[in-house]
């Protein structure tokens, strides 16, 4: 998936959720240059996506979000996960950070972070 739709998607889903940019940056820790960066395609930056996927972990599917029909309009987008199902969903990120993390160690302090605001 191209960084273009990636930020798309992004964008439909803070919409769909009512949450404008800013409040998505404070609740997030990020700056609101680095959300428009995201959303506009412009820039993927892995540990504000990880980051940004972290606080979404219990209003949607990370399936779906990747999923070829992709409708942010679907209930399908909204998920109220199980806990093994988000048990399982915390474990994908945490594989997807240590791939990152493995060649980009900055992103390490910021997937910290957001670990401990999930727990």
Do not use: P, W
């Amino acid at each position: 998936m191209d960084a273009k739709i990636l930020g798309d998607r992004l964008r439909q889903i803070r919409k769909r959720l009512g949450i404008t940019q800013k409040q998505l940056a404070e609740a997030t820790n990020l700056t609101q240059s680095v959300m428009s960066r995201l959303e506009n395609g412009e820039e993927i930056y892995a540990s504000a996506l990880l980051t940004i996927l972290y606080y979404y972990q219990d209003k949607i599917s990370l399936d779906y979000l990747f999923a070829s029909d992709f409708d942010a309009d679907s209930d399908r987008l909204l998920s109220s996960y199980r806990d093994g199902e988000l048990q399982s969903f915390r474990r994908q990120l945490d594989i997807i950070a240590d791939i990152i993390t493995s060649s980009c160690e900055t992103s390490l302090s910021h997937i910290e972070n957001m670990k401990k605001k999930c727990q």
